[in-house]
């Protein structure tokens, strides 16, 4: 065992692998080189079109032990992930790890073949539903490994994450094996996801709905990656990329928190022209940026871009002129798969482009601003969007580690209290993003600096914020709440949570 | 010295590198994996702006002995080389290897760094002018390697072109090396052929005459892979683009041969909805596009895309409804500029993904017919594009045998004589392009078939086109100019001839 920086015990290794304790944010450095996967020919003449997925297996040597990846741009609409598995199932596969950019309740058919010995291992960003459960209790044989969107693309850039297979679901495709997501009924916007899977995987398969004459164009994914295409009957539901999160607040509490944090970026004297704005997609979120939106327009301040999971909101502000520029990983409306297929000034980006920390510089490094949320923080600002506080795993970092690591000002929003549970601990169950890369907390009664952030302090302070200490809102919840008794947890390690930088920030054990 | 399969002599090594004798343009497979040049890290906060070329070198560390990279977008307009080889002489930098997509005559000062040894090694897909000259005169130390496009991309992304620094001329980059080609007062268009440099250099430099608002869109290539931008006050005249020969011919000859190429690809059976086109720039090649749009028009076929160099007259039958696509490596004129930046259906493509051997699948594997060029032909229908007869180096591959390697039917179009030198010889001085990846000749004098193609000999003298055998055709041509002396070459190998799969196909030696 030995510690993080931040105090959390890591075994040296674990399944075989040497565990790197977490050093700081910053403090990891790369060496090695980019990984490189077999060179690959194809000559005039060969086709690439297989009748199904048996077909593709059979092309592309399926093995039990192998690594496949799948992107998550349906989210819960996802068809593709559970087919694969039950076709790999049904040729007596075992032994799979599934490297997911993200895993939703939709792919509850996966417990079973977690069960059954099909899948062993999981890789990934963020895990709800029936397989978060499956994974909190124990069910796989071997840890899953949460990490970043940046830290994933990174992970399979650098060669840490190697994947034997990746099935990419492809809106539209054409027989040669250019994809986009922007054309096609079932057009999911954006495929950022998949970039670095198309790049560095050892084979690369489209698997599509909606086979187009060739050349398809726009090409998000090209031919020259892609091995094989296959078409299925469906592949997603584009109203499934809807989360029941998109909408603006009507909630009065969640709209003072999206004020104060509105109130704190117009403090903060990052609001100026070229100013650049992340936030998720959640309801305060979005209702913050709503806000901003009309701080900008009385202050006349044109932004730069917005990044993040993109909703039709952030298209109007970008339509209306008051950003230039949207660049996107991600949609979470159909609104805003209308934009990136339709508007020049919403640009298709990938993971690695967006948030990996090792290339020669990530978008979110540019960020002024990210409004992100939190499950739990504790009064180092350490923050936990991974697991529940009773330890049950229910999400996961996405890109939020990854914004918070490189934008000028991370906000955290969060109610004081949820469901008569206090946000803000004294050591929050499990830490995904780094107390040191978290600015601000807002709450519905008061907001907290990081002490490291004297400068936001000092303009907090002179524009009559409602600052506090986190140790004074945390006092307030626990007023209003009581103090959460600390519920124990297991020996037994199910998940290790990676920082975007390969390092290990903490890990999840099994309910005691 | 072994013998290619064509017969050719070519030494077991050279300059201390293995050369692999030719075997067949399909005979070789890849082994190994791609290039893997280092992991990068970049902190937010950290710019990559730097006030001058010199503080470039000295972020880059550059040494005497490295390769340094360009694009030739700028054709002979390009600006960016001159400057940086002059400026790294400044430094006292000797024993450079430039790995240059072209070389034209305007960078003629080259020449001196040659004389004095700041330049060695010379890898070019296409090289004119003073350079070429002091190359076959034997001015550089050691042989200067020819690649065709698609093999300079593929030996860049296999590793066996390794470049240390890569300048990127870009018409507009942002502050964090974001860079396209489409915008800016010096916009060139498609910046396809910089894509593997920009991908596997270990160090990439952007350098602009347009520095632009974060985040610059469209991404042609971006900042992950860029590490250092500089602005100078010029990269390139985007006039210099424009080729003397991208203009339809008048000339009756001309004209004639492209109508003799029109009809056979009429009676090839190949003009069809979804039919796909590459041509050259030169006159004859842009006349026979003009023929092929006629018939297009008559018989209401769709074609799929155009490939290649591309011109105004290609944009025009994009915007007519002719073709759905066009796939732009490289523009040829303003018109072309101006469509690839408007036009969503005209899209910009990388060199990899245009035509390296060594890949998925790349896109000349899709065509269905290539009107290319020839300086000599040989009846074997071996192509020379490099040599004149005398032997001087006067041109290259650049995309010749890629297309030619791609297409189900490949047309040369050549004068029959030229200058009174018969164009077909028992032997090209030089074999740029494998006859086996020949189809077709035509000449103003008749047409021929390359025996392989029993099938195109049937259908051309079916519809009654002019069919004569090569070798009588070459008898014509002789009773015409007479036979030409074989000018006899020396010893020294001054140059070595690649073919895109990376043996070795020719080599050209110095004036005896």
Chains 1, 2 share one sequence.
Not at 48 to 59: G, N, R
Not at 277 to 295: K, N, P, V
Not at 438 to 459: H, K, S
Request: proline residues 5%; neutral net charge; hydrophobic residues 45%.
């Amino acid at each position: 065992m030995r510690k993080t920086i931040l105090g959390r015990e890591i075994p040296d290794q674990l399944d075989g692998i040497e565990l790197k304790p977490f050093a700081g944010a910053f403090a990891a450095r790369p060496s090695g080189t980019r990984a490189a996967p077999p060179v690959k020919c194809r000559l005039p003449g060969e086709a690439k079109c297989l009748p199904d997925l048996d077909a593709v297996f059979t092309k592309v040597g399926l093995k039990s032990g192998m690594t496949l990846s799948f992107h998550h741009h349906f989210r819960n609409g996802d068809m593709l992930m559970n087919q694969v598995i039950a076709a790999a199932a049904k040729r007596g596969i075992k032994d799979l790890r599934i490297a997911a950019s993200s895993i939703f309740p939709v792919h509850a058919p996966l417990v079973e073949f977690i069960r059954s010995g099909v899948i062993t291992r999981i890789d990934s960003d963020y895990v709800s539903g029936p397989v978060a459960e499956a994974v909190s209790s124990g069910l796989l044989p071997r840890a899953a490994v949460f990490r970043t969107h940046g830290g994933r693309a990174r992970a399979i850039e650098c060669g840490d994450l190697h994947i034997d297979v990746a099935f990419i679901a492809a809106p539209s495709a054409d027989a040669y094996g250019n994809i986009n997501g922007v054309t096609g009924e079932t057009a999911c916007g954006s495929l950022g996801y998949a970039f670095p899977d198309a790049d560095y995987a050892d084979q690369v398969v489209a698997v599509t709905d909606n086979l187009q004459p060739y050349p398809l164009t726009p090409i998000s994914i090209s031919q020259e990656r892609v091995g094989w295409v296959v078409e299925l009957e469906k592949i997603g539901d584009p109203n499934g990329i809807v989360s029941g999160t998109t909408k603006v607040t009507k909630d009065p509490v969640q709209l003072l928190i999206a004020q104060n944090a509105a109130k704190a970026i117009a403090a903060s004297g990052l609001l100026q022209n070229g100013f650049s704005l992340q936030t998720g997609a959640g309801g305060a979120s979005l209702a913050a940026a709503a806000f901003i939106a009309e701080m900008m327009r009385e202050k006349h301040v044109v932004g730069s871009f917005i990044m993040g999971g993109i909703t039709g909101l952030l298209v109007k502000m970008l339509e209306e002129g008051l950003f230039k520029r949207i660049l996107d990983v991600q949609d979470f409306d159909l609104e805003a798969v209308r934009s990136v297929r339709e508007n020049p000034a919403h640009e298709e980006v990938g993971a690695c482009l967006y948030a990996s920390p090792f290339n020669s510089g990530c978008i979110v490094n540019q960020l002024d601003c990210a409004i992100l949320g939190a499950t739990e923080i504790d009064t180092d600002f350490n923050v936990n969007v991974l697991t529940g506080s009773a330890g049950a795993i229910m999400g996961g970092s996405g890109g939020h580690s990854d914004a918070a690591a490189g934008a000028k000002m991370t906000i955290i929003t969060a109610n004081l209290t949820r469901s008569r549970i206090a946000v803000i601990k004294d050591r929050v169950r499990t830490i995904c993003t780094p107390g040191e890369t978290v600015d601000v907390l807002v709450t519905e009664w008061g907001i907290a600096v990081n002490p490291r952030r004297t400068d936001l302090l000092e303009r907090f302070t002179k524009a009559k914020l409602p600052v506090h200490s986190i140790e004074k809102l945390r006092e307030k919840a626990e007023r209003l709440c009581g103090k959460a008794r600390p519920i124990p947890e297991g020996e037994r390690i199910v998940g290790i949570v990676e920082y975007r930088d390969g390092t290990i920030i903490d890990v999840v054990r099994a309910r005691a």
